[in-house]
């Protein structure tokens, strides 16, 4: 908005969609969106009022616990997917997808506890009915709202955006050396939350999965291995130098934790923690590889309780970045709480977090020299 011109990264599909949606969405014309709005409205509430049968299917593959959609709820879901395949590939029927998509799990009999489980289990009641195309048709007039709004602020500017789909692991491939003014970036915490398994509704419903081996590069390709992944190793250990043993000593003491927990225990998260370290690292690496001499990266990084042990992530990550050589600059602490860790509340969890293990939330800022 301040017209620069803007590269971004995002392994996830949806996310990748979501971004490149809302970056370009100012450029379609307002009376286009309108009509084109009216048209879903009037499609929508003839077929409500007809009996009409949907064409459109669930994605055979996605393969839930419970049932995703109530009968009555995914009457009107198939509805709007009838609807959005009457539009011409692009940037419009995108609005469209991003609409449903953003929407899908409020009227899913799915729900966020941060992760993504069925309503039953968290003591809700199911969905079984509900005004699916009036909350796309209320998503969609708030994103006019907005691509309004931002048009507005750019004054006719007219910067450009591209977002790759794919690793900041990889930006080597995309970026010159050297090129980037300034980085922002919020990575996964450490915290084992699981964006694709928390996203697989959208990347099922929108066709970036069909079988669950689609899932397995996202997991791959993620910012920190998951636990569940590397808790069964042996011994997964940093794989660079540092000067101070602090991490390394953390890392020890996290491994003896609850030895008699088995996978449950310290190992697998001193595991678990160890890989998310060397993904800083190699983040470290990239970032000085993309920044400009005295170009600025903004990394916005939670704190940690895992095994009832704070870990300051957002001062390792600094340290890390320090010994590639960037300059810390400052580690600003915008939330001095923050809630819903899903280690915290999760039932693996082992000790009780102390009254001085608060989870804040952190922007470290680093240079390149
Ligand atoms: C804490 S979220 C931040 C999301 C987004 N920036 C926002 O503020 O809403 C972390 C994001 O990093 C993405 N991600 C994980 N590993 C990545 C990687 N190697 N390259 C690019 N994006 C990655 C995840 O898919 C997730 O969307």
């Known amino acids: 908005m301040s017209g620069h011109d803007a590269i971004g990264f995002e ?3 949806y996310a990748a969609l979501a971004c490149r949606t809302k970056l370009n969405a100012f450029r379609l014309s307002l009376g286009e969106v309108q009509e084109s709005v009216e048209r879903f409205k009037g499609f929508y509430a003839q077929a409500m009022a007809s009996g009409y049968t949907p064409h459109s299917q669930p994605p055979p593959g996605f393969k839930t616990r419970g049932e995703f959609y109530s009968p009555k709820v995914l009457e009107k879901v198939l509805v709007v997917q009838d609807f959005i395949a009457t539009l011409k590939e692009g940037l419009l029927r995108d609005l469209f997808r991003v609409a449903f998509s953003s929407t899908m799990v409020s009227y899913s009999n799915y729900s966020y506890e941060p992760s993504l489980g069925r309503r039953v289990t968290a003591g809700k009641e199911n969905v079984e009915d509900f005004p699916v195309g009036e909350a796309v048709g209320g998503k969609l007039r708030e994103m006019v709202q907005d691509s309004e709004w931002m048009r507005a602020q750019l004054k006719g500017v007219n910067p450009t955006s591209q977002v790759f789909s794919e690793s900041f692991f990889k930006c080597r491939e995309r970026l010159t050396s050297g090129s980037v003014d300034l980085l922002i970036t919020s990575p996964p915490y450490l915290n084992n939350y ?3 398994r928390n996203t697989r509704p959208h990347l099922y419903w929108l066709g970036y999965a069909e079988t669950p081996s689609d899932m397995k590069p996202l ?12 808790r069964e190793r042996e011994n997964v250990d940093l ?3 540092l000067k101070s043993e602090e991490i390394a000593e953390c890392l020890r003491t996290l491994r003896e934790k609850n030895p008699e927990k088995g996978i449950y225990g310290g190992n697998g998260w001193a595991n678990y923690a160890a890989s998310y370290f060397n ?3 190699k983040f470290a690496l990239a970032t000085k590889y993309a920044l400009k001499r005295r170009g600025t990266a903004l990394v916005v990084i939670g704190n940690s309780i895992l095994q009832g ?3 300051p992530t957002d001062r ?3 340290e890390i970045a320090e010994s590639v050589g960037l300059e810390l600059i400052d580690i600003h602490i915008p939330r001095a709480t923050r809630i819903g860790n899903s280690i915290i509340h999760s039932d693996v969890r082992v000790g009780v977090a102390e009254e001085s293990h608060k989870l804040y939330e952190a922007v470290v800022e680093l240079r390149k020299r």
């Open 11 to 13: 392994i996830n599909p």
């Open 194 to 196: 699981h964006y694709n």
């Open 219 to 230: 997991e791959e390709e993620n910012f920190g291995k998951f636990w569940q992944t590397v």
């Open 239 to 241: 794989d660079f130098k």
């Open 279 to 281: 993904d800083c690292y």
């Open 309 to 311: 042990g704070m870990i």
């Open 316 to 318: 390792y990550l600094a």
